[in-house]
């Protein structure tokens, strides 16, 4: 081999191991350059700080809720229920992420949070079902020492009707996942569960009713899911409402009170006691004198108005209360209830004693288009201004005696709700599935036990980004996008390659 040919071959090998350095250089860096990233990842995973830039802060927690979530006084567990493909999982997973980083700034952490999808987790799915009766998915169970409430999917969102190209469309009106979630937190960690009594001895609903029509099992689940401890109870000669009893519930009586009975009743009212009363048309009860008294007067009669079948009684209008304070899209469907009026005894009254009157609030009415029937049995139904009386007609009303504004007192005031329907709330019609129902009731029961634990949270208004446009710009912006960008990168490409070929 010549001098050139080896000089020539040692210049190859130069070169090629001048290559092989280059990329082992290349491929250290690249490797060193991934373990950085992945340590830097792993560090900023453990200690990061956040900013929210949205302009409509719709995930961000409130103060209300950071200081609940520091004071704490035991450990919360938080399971949502959820399946990937509900159009709410998106949203219930980001609010609670938020809930998981608020928790994360706080030692101890009290917090904790686990996600369960009823369609792939099904060990999980199981065994939540059978420690939490976790029986329908898409439903948010928050727990602590033994006290849990459920969320359910229908609870996290309004929905406004609307009707487009002659079919009912749901829109979702608002997201209210900070106000329920931090109201349920704030109900379990409570030491001492509402005790609330369900009324029997004179036909009323009850709560181990599993009928399919009349039944109240459903709306005593819901009662027991929402953290209260549900007990019948029959009046005796020897016993009224016990002492522990939080509120006392009257479901739909059949049969008259005896006079003992009455006094009974009398005496826990007068004691500070709470009642929640649902009257159905047509039943005499013997609870007359005692409504009056505080004020209230059931009608003998039917309220009709705004319906979908004639049998049912669509109500929409709420009264300015704690109970009906966020039901501005909220429905709900009361059964050929009676009118509930304000009225009675009460308003025979020194004035000079008006801070003593029981103080009585409508909670529902009809619209102007509803009115009062005398006659239900006639038919076809119809107003008749010489017997009935047009509307707005009151079926629901709270009472509260006792209460002085302004001044923070031990003494407790006497508060009453009366509801001129309780088939509302049986298994046949809550399966109907109308919401509104059961949050009338849940609302109801919770303002009796002084309960509001909505921490004054408002809903959050999910944003919109409309572009009002032609059909001819539409089909312009799609040829633009589907076809223009696309073939704009592919000229360019075409344009580079030819440009390094020749």
Partial sequence: MTDQARQTQRGRWRRRGRRIVTGVNVLTAVLLAFVLFVMVNFLAGRHYVRWDISSTDYYRLSE??????????????????????????RDVNNVLKEYEYAASRHSPRRLHV?????????????????????????????????????????????YRVELKDGRAVRRRENFRGEQVFSSAIQSVIASRRPRVYILTGHGERAVDDFSKSDGFSRMAR??????????????????GVPQDASALVIAGPEQPFTGSELDMLDRYLSKSGR???????????????????????????VVMGLTLTGRELIVSEYGDHPITRNFNNVTTLLYRPRSVWPGGDADLADPGLSDDRPHVTVLAATGESGWAER????????????????????????????AVSGIELEIKPTRLVVIGDSYFVSNGALESGVGGNTDFVLSAVNWLVEREALLAIGPKIPGELRLDM????????????????????AVLGFAVWIRRRY
């Fill in 64 to 89: 209300r809720t950071d200081r609940l979530i520091a004071s704490l006084p035991a450990d919360v567990e938080v399971v949502a229920f959820f399946r990937r493909s509900h159009p709410l999982f």
């Fill in 375 to 402: 006659n239900p049995d006639q038919r076809p139904i119809r107003f008749d201004p010489e017997t009935d009386r047009r509307g707005p007609i009151p079926v629901a009303v709270a009472v509260e005696k006792g």
């Fill in 114 to 158: 686990q996600r369960v999808d009823p369609d792939r987790d099904l060990a999980d799915a199981r065994r939540l079902k059978q420690e939490y009766d976790l029986a329908e998915a898409d439903t948010v169970l928050f727990a602590c020492e033994g006290r849990t409430r459920h969320v359910p999917a229908e609870k996290i969102a309004d």
């Fill in 470 to 489: 032609t059909r001819g710009q539409l089909q312009t912006a799609y040829l633009v996008i589907a076809g223009g960008f696309p073939l704009v990168i």
């Fill in 275 to 301: 009642l929640l009363l649902m009257l159905d048309p047509g039943t005499e009860s013997g609870l007359g004198p005692l409504l009056a008294k505080w004020g209230v007067r059931a009608g003998d009669d």
């Fill in 222 to 239: 819901a009662m027991v899911h929402d953290n209260m401890e549900l007990l019948p109870l029959r009046l005796t000669k020897d016993e």
